[in-house]
């Protein structure tokens, strides 16, 4: 992994929503505990390898107000990157989230579901491009601004989530017939 970081300038990101670990195993019973994920990232980090964390899903009203322990915890770790995503709920995951959020938070659940709404123009789900991984409204916005605070405060790079991957130049019709980027050919 650490000869492809350097030969490829390969960068991974690690999951990172909660810094509370009983949170944590309450909502993803079955996902790696916060400190081994904490655990992976220093060992990539360790390697040399260029580390981040995806601070997802960001669930309004239950780990915003997690943001700068996640963040403290993953500079501390060695992270050098960060980028979050906040939660939508399509259908499969809905039926999923919301009972479970229901039955191991029973006094937030509908605080959550209701922010979520508020963050999702009055839908659990936003699918339209663009949309579909921000927040919406004065929520979402403050949990930003303290997102962008906190990397700038640490030191962290703030990755937009489509700007995460480099991207190939784009071919030009001249790149179709042997030409180099940028050159046009005459028919």
């Given at each position: ?84 995503v906040t ?59 303290l997102f ?13 989530v489509d ?25």
């Open positions: 992994m650490a000869q492809i970081g350097k030969q490829a300038h390969a960068r991974v990101f690690v999951s990172l929503a909660f810094a509370d670990a009983d949170m944590a195993r309450a909502i993803e019973p079955f996902a790696p505990s916060p400190e081994r994920r904490l655990r992976t990232v220093k060992v990539l980090a360790d390697a040399g390898i260029e580390v981040g964390v995806s601070l997802a899903p960001l669930i309004p009203g239950l780990n915003d107000d997690q943001i700068a322990d996640v963040l403290t915890r993953a500079k501390a770790a060695g992270a050098c990157r960060a980028f979050t939660l939508r709920l399509p259908a499969e995951v809905k039926d999923v989230f919301l009972p479970r959020l229901r039955e191991v938070l029973p006094l937030r659940a509908e605080r959550v579901e209701r922010a979520i709404l508020e963050q999702r123009h009055g839908n659990l789900n936003d699918a339209r491009f663009g949309h579909h991984m921000r927040g919406h409204g004065e929520r979402a916005r403050v949990a930003e601004q962008q605070l906190q990397c700038r405060r640490l030191g962290i790079k703030n990755t937009e700007r995460i991957l480099p991207r190939a130049p784009r071919p030009t019709q001249g790149m179709l017939f042997g030409g180099t980027p940028g050159s046009k050919t005459s028919s």
